[in-house]
C-alpha cells in the first residue's frame, strides 16, 4: 500500500501569504492519480487538484498543484480568509485509494 | 445539479450493524462509481471501499474486509454501505462521493452522516 506523508502538520500564515503544502508517496505513483482536497470544518471535503496540477471546476487559480513521482506540492498563492482549512492529499492505484494525514492550514 | 445526499445520523450499540445510504442526482447514475470514505473525531480520511455504478463490482479496503459491505440500487440511484459488529472506535462522520472513472478523484461528496457507537 502507497504511504502519502504531507508537510508540514500545521502551517501558520497571515493572509496574503503564499502557502506551499508538500505530499511525499512511499513509492512512485502516476501523476494522473494523485489528488487535492480542501475541508473547512463541518464541511465535506471539497476536490481542489485532480491529475496532480489539473484544478476541479469553479476552484480559484490561486490554488495549483505540481509534483511528478514521489514528490507533489499544492501552492495557494495569495491566502484569502476562506483558505484556512485542512488540506489532503490522495492517490489512487489498483482500485484503491489513501489520504495523507492532512495539513492545517491556520491564521497566524 | 450533481448531488449526493445522505441519509441522517445514527446511534448505534457496540456489536451492532448500521446502514447509511447516499441518493444521488443531477447524473447518469452507472457511469460513475461511489466511495465511501470515514473521518473519525479530529482525525483525517480513511477510505472505505468503492462499489461501481455499472455493475456493482466492490473493492474494499483490507482493514475493514469482512464487515463491511456496499450495494446499490440503479432503480433509485442509491448506494448503501452497511457496516457490522461496530465499536467505539467505528465513531465517525461517514461519507459517500463519486469517483472521476478518468482520474480515480472524488469530484463529488455527501454532506456526510455521524453515525455514533456508544454503549
Known amino acids: 500500500e502507497i504511504v502519502l506523508t504531507q508537510s508540514p502538520g500545521t502551517l501558520s500564515l497571515s493572509p496574503g501569504e503564499r502557502a506551499t503544502l508538500s505530499c511525499r508517496a512511499s513509492?512512485?505513483?502516476?501523476?494522473?492519480?494523485l489528488a487535492w482536497y480542501q475541508q473547512r470544518p463541518g464541511q465535506a471535503p471539497r476536490l481542489l487538484i485532480y491529475?496532480?496540477?489539473s484544478r476541479a471546476t469553479g476552484i480559484p487559480d490561486r490554488f495549483s498543484g505540481s509534483g511528478s513521482g514521489t514528490d507533489f506540492t499544492l501552492t495557494i498563492s495569495r491566502l484569502e480568509p476562506e483558505d484556512f482549512a485542512v488540506y489532503f492529499c490522495?492517490?489512487?492505484?489498483?482500485?484503491?485509494?489513501?489520504f495523507g494525514q492532512g495539513t492545517k492550514v491556520e491564521i497566524k | 445539479q450533481v448531488h449526493l445526499v445522505q441519509s441522517g445520523a445514527e446511534v448505534k450499540k457496540p456489536g451492532a450493524s448500521v446502514k447509511v445510504s447516499c441518493k444521488a442526482s443531477?447524473?447518469?447514475?452507472?457511469?460513475?462509481?461511489i466511495s465511501w470514505v470515514r473521518q473519525a473525531p479530529g482525525q483525517g480520511l480513511e477510505w472505505m471501499g468503492w462499489?461501481?455504478?455499472?455493475?456493482?463490482?466492490?473493492n474494499y479496503a483490507q482493514n475493514l474486509q469482512g464487515r463491511v459491505t456496499m450495494t446499490t440500487d440503479t432503480s433509485t440511484s442509491a448506494v448503501y454501505m452497511e457496516l457490522r459488529s461496530l465499536r467505539s472506535d467505528d465513531t465517525a462522520v461517514y461519507y459517500c462521493?463519486?469517483?472521476?472513472?478518468?482520474?480515480?478523484?472524488?469530484?463529488?461528496w455527501g454532506q456526510g452522516t455521524m453515525v455514533t457507537v456508544s454503549s
Open positions: 490522495q492517490q489512487y492505484g489498483s482500485s484503491r485509494w489513501t
Open positions: 462499489i461501481s455504478g455499472y455493475n456493482g463490482k466492490t
Open positions: 513509492q512512485s505513483l502516476s501523476s494522473t492519480y
Open positions: 443531477g447524473y447518469n447514475f452507472i457511469t460513475y462509481g
Open positions: 462521493a463519486r469517483v472521476d472513472g478518468s482520474e480515480g478523484a472524488f469530484d463529488i
Open positions: 491529475g496532480a496540477s
